[in-house]
């Protein structure tokens, strides 16, 4: 019972941000809205936080799994949403990131998996550090890249309706799509570089490993070229949104699908 309570502290947060954004006035300069917005995603991010360290941590182990990790990945990403929700007002990523995370801190409950790390070295600290920020970078990143791909399908079906005030401009938007991309890039670049040569990663499961370095060989090789091609050819728009969802995809299926399959399908 204590669990649950302890998990459903977040995720109410949550829920409950994800409501007050939702009906929060639609003019950008709500700034008491974008405060109490900011108060609400502090108090849900501290809380999910030491919720994650009830999950992961137990003395010197360190447990893993599907669940634990999706939720770790959310709470990084609104993290990096919250700093930069005092240079740009979001709203419309928060109402696609909020009910997500919500999720996530409940799936635990279900999931808790069973991958468990005993007196992990500090090379294998490093490594899953560095992944899980590039993994919740791409994620963030994906949502731009959402939402910017509904924004541009409204305005050519001029469906202009006051909730394009909820949106900073289109080319901000995607400027900051491009530069979440190119950070993430090099903490992914670094991630495959510490698999690959760090002695102390867990090899117990050689298969899973195996599909984990090629679905995220595929998705540096995606991303590596969509970045070369906006620095070449100037892609955006529609191109640049779906080599994003491409990669992100690859990604996904690096750790989530893997995992998935094993814990959720083999039990595992």
Not at 47 to 75: E, I
Not at 171 to 195: K, M, Q, Y
């Amino acid at each position: 019972m204590d669990a649950i309570l302890l998990h459903l502290v977040p995720a109410s947060a949550y829920a409950l941000l994800a409501l007050v954004v939702w009906r929060a006035p639609k003019r950008i300069d709500a700034t008491s809205t974008a405060a109490a917005s900011r108060i609400l995603l502090a108090a849900g991010l501290l809380t999910h936080g030491f919720v994650l360290g009830y999950d992961m941590l137990d003395g010197a182990t360190l447990r893993f799994g599907l669940a634990p990790a999706l939720s770790l990945t959310l709470w990084l990403a609104l993290v990096l949403y919250f700093a930069e929700s005092f240079v740009t007002r979001l709203d419309s990523l928060l109402l696609l990131a909020l009910p997500v995370a919500s999720v996530c801190c409940l799936l635990p409950l279900a999931l808790p998996g069973d991958v468990q790390i005993t007196t992990p070295g500090w090379g294998l600290r490093l490594h899953l550090v560095v992944a899980m920020l590039a993994y919740s970078l791409f994620a963030l990143a994906a949502l731009h890249a959402v939402m910017l791909a509904v924004t541009e399908r409204r305005l050519h079906h001029a469906q202009l309706d006051g909730d394009l005030d909820r949106l900073p401009p289109l080319l901000t938007v995607e400027n900051l799509l491009f530069r979440l991309i190119a950070v993430a890039f090099v903490f992914l670049s670094l991630t495959l570089a510490s698999g690959l040569l760090l002695p102390d990663l867990p090899t117990t499961r050689p298969l899973t490993v195996k599909y984990k370095l090629g679905f995220t060989a595929a998705s540096w090789l995606v991303f590596g070229v969509l970045l070369a091609g906006r620095h070449l050819r100037g892609w955006r728009g529609r191109v640049a949104q779906r080599w994003t969802g491409a990669g992100f995809t690859f990604l996904l299926l690096a750790y989530a699908g893997t995992h998935f399959v094993l814990e959720v399908l083999f039990k595992r």
